[in-house]
């Protein structure tokens, strides 16, 4: 147990559809990654949040967006899903900001889309 | 084309034999992570080597860093059913906070 929460742990919905994925970090953590693991893509970098600011930017959509809050949890909203949306989307956490920090993970919510 | 390329993509052998992956880049990185990832689950950090030539044992895990900081590779010794996993490396090339990840080493040790 990494001590990383997410949830849901499944979900399904259709296309056009928005979504909400909810992560609670380890306690301690200010850090908050969100990545998306699909079969062709492998483990993709979406956005970080350091502190309930946004630090890092990596391959996210437009309809992606993220926010951390003051309680440090973060959530990551879908929208106008689409099939290839489908993945597994993990949440990390870590003390500090840089990318060399050790990275605990959640266990991830399996999105599907029909 | 990934950042990080791994090799090989599949390795599947017997309890008790020796492997090596490798995680190869153009780019330098200062520093480069790996992780395994089981069915399910989310990927757990195994190592971060730093500095270049650096050897950093684990057990019968031995991982080592490029002098040129462009790869890395990691050796298993007398593998186990309980390697098996997905081998991931990683690293943040242009130090901003952008992980990259290696497609990964998909490695099934059977008993």
């Known amino acids: 147990d990494s001590g990383v929460t997410q949830t849901p742990k499944h979900l399904i919905t259709a296309t056009g559809q928005r979504v909400t994925l909810r992560c609670s970090p380890r306690?301690?953590?200010?850090?908050v990654y969100w990545y998306q693991q699909s079969l062709d893509q492998g483990l993709q970098f979406l956005i970080q949040?350091?502190?309930?600011?946004?630090?890092a930017k990596g391959n996210i959509l437009e309809r992606f967006s993220a926010q951390q809050f003051p309680d440090l949890h973060s959530e990551l909203n879908l929208s106008s899903l689409e099939l290839g949306d489908s993945a597994l989307y993990f949440c990390?956490?870590?003390?500090?900001?840089?990318?060399?920090?050790?990275?605990?993970f959640g266990p991830g919510t399996r999105l599907t889309v029909l | 084309t990934q950042l990080l390329e791994q090799s090989p993509q599949f390795l599947s052998i017997q309890e008790g034999e020796n492997l090596t992956v490798y995680c190869n880049s153009s780019?330098?990185?200062?520093?480069l992570q790996w992780y395994r990832q089981e069915p399910g689950e989310g990927p757990v950090l195994l190592v971060t080597?730093?500095?270049?030539?650096e050897v950093k044992k684990l057990k019968r895990l031995t991982f080592q860093f490029g002098d040129a900081r462009k790869d890395s590779s990691l050796h298993i010794t007398a593998a186990q059913p309980g390697d098996t996993g997905l081998y991931l490396c990683?690293?943040?090339?242009?130090?901003?906070?952008?992980?990259?990840f290696g497609a990964g080493t998909r490695l099934t040790v059977k008993p």
């Open positions: 949040y350091y502190n309930g600011e946004e630090r």
């Open positions: 990390a956490s870590s003390v500090a900001t840089s990318g060399e920090n050790e990275q605990f």
């Open positions: 780019s330098v990185f200062s520093s």
């Open positions: 080597v730093v500095t270049g030539g």
């Open positions: 990683a690293g943040d090339p242009y130090n901003n906070n952008d992980m990259r």
């Open positions: 306690s301690g953590d200010l850090s």
